[in-house]
């Protein structure tokens, strides 16, 4: 990453940083991809001149890497102080189950989670702004739940939580077949379930295998950022499959399980299309539209 002359800086707008101080010194750019990820790096040696400023700058920086299509794994964020926090009025009861959520993700102690050829689940919540909307403060019940309900089948499935923060839910394992056991429990428990007067809640389930790099904050690699595009690809109730994860089901694939091609499809960021396997079992959802690739 080339560093910015100061003639670069000055030609950049007030929202190309993360953080501006009271003086106007602007830090932390995250005008591309490049210095979002350098940001993330960078952020706990920054010196902010109150929380207030600290989680203004968190917030942008959040935004920034998620337009670029970055998985901040291991974020920190337990040191936030949540009385300072300013929800909206209709969404304060959810803001304080996310902050529960990144503090909880922030405290895994990164230096021992799996390293090696592992496989990635990620869960997100199809249509969440709507359901907000629809349920109000009831839907940070929901939200607890349905994550309640990730969290242990990823624990009796003996895969490690790696990050949950608003909606989404990430979790690793050693074993591809126990991370594909695991993802067909979450959806076969969650297509029973309803919440206030008969709300459903479908997620959307990605799998995805590789060699990640772990650092001292969490996994880093193009395999982190694949296994994100999978699960984004998919719709509530669906669980998608990339083709690392299919070969290393191979051998471990359960009579009553079929996994069917998608075909190839141009995922965001990813430099050659990548084909997408629908699992298909008993007891969960068949059919669904297109996957969702933004083409």
């Given amino acids: 990453m080339?560093?910015?002359?100061?003639?670069?800086?000055?030609?950049?707008?007030?929202?190309?940083f993360a953080y501006i101080d009271s003086a106007g010194h602007r830090r932390l750019p995250i005008h591309d991809e490049a210095h979002v990820r350098n940001a993330l790096?960078?952020?706990?040696?920054?010196?902010?001149?109150d929380d207030a400023a600290r989680e203004r700058a968190?917030?942008?920086?959040?935004?920034?890497?998620?337009?670029?299509?970055?998985?901040?794994?291991?974020f920190i964020t337990g040191q936030l102080h949540s009385e300072r926090r300013q929800a909206a009025a209709d969404g304060a009861a959810i803001e304080r189950e996310r902050l529960q959520g990144e503090?909880?993700?922030?405290?895994?102690d990164a230096a021992t989670?799996?390293?090696?050829?592992?496989?990635?689940?990620?869960?997100?919540i199809e249509a969440s702004t709507a359901l907000l909307r629809t349920m109000g403060d009831a839907y940070a019940d929901l939200l607890s739940d349905v994550r309640g309900i990730i969290r242990a089948e990823v624990v009796r499935g003996k895969g490690r939580e790696v990050d949950a923060r608003a909606d989404e839910f990430f979790a690793v394992f050693t074993d591809a077949a126990a991370a594909l056991e695991v993802a067909m429990r979450i959806q076969r428990t969650l297509?029973?379930?309803?919440?206030?007067?008969?709300?459903?809640?479908?997620?959307r389930i990605g799998l995805h295998s590789g060699k990640p790099t772990l650092t001292?904050?969490?996994?880093?690699?193009?395999?982190?950022?694949?296994?994100?595009?999978?699960?984004?690809?998919?719709?509530?109730?669906?669980?998608?499959?990339?083709?690392?994860?299919?070969?290393?089901?191979?051998?471990a694939l359960p009579a009553n399980v079929h996994l069917r091609s998608l075909g190839k499809h141009e995922l965001p960021g990813l430099t050659k299309p990548e084909t997408l396997y629908q699992v298909e079992a008993e007891g969960l959802l068949a059919e669904f539209p297109a996957p969702r690739t933004g083409a």
């Fill in 103 to 108: 503090m909880r993700a922030g405290s895994t």
């Fill in 216 to 251: 001292d904050t969490g996994y880093i690699g193009l395999s982190v950022h694949a296994a994100a595009r999978v699960c984004q690809a998919g719709h509530g109730g669906q669980i998608l499959v990339s083709t690392r994860t299919r070969r290393a089901l191979r051998e």
């Fill in 191 to 203: 297509a029973t379930r309803t919440w206030g007067d008969g709300q459903g809640c479908r997620v």
């Fill in 58 to 74: 968190r917030k942008r920086l959040l935004n920034a890497a998620k337009k670029y299509g970055i998985v901040p794994v291991g």
């Fill in 2 to 16: 080339a560093k910015l002359s100061s003639t670069e800086r000055a030609r950049l707008p007030a929202s190309a």
């Fill in 41 to 49: 790096a960078r952020f706990q040696r920054v010196k902010f001149e």
């Fill in 113 to 124: 989670l799996p390293v090696g050829f592992v496989t990635f689940l990620l869960t997100d």
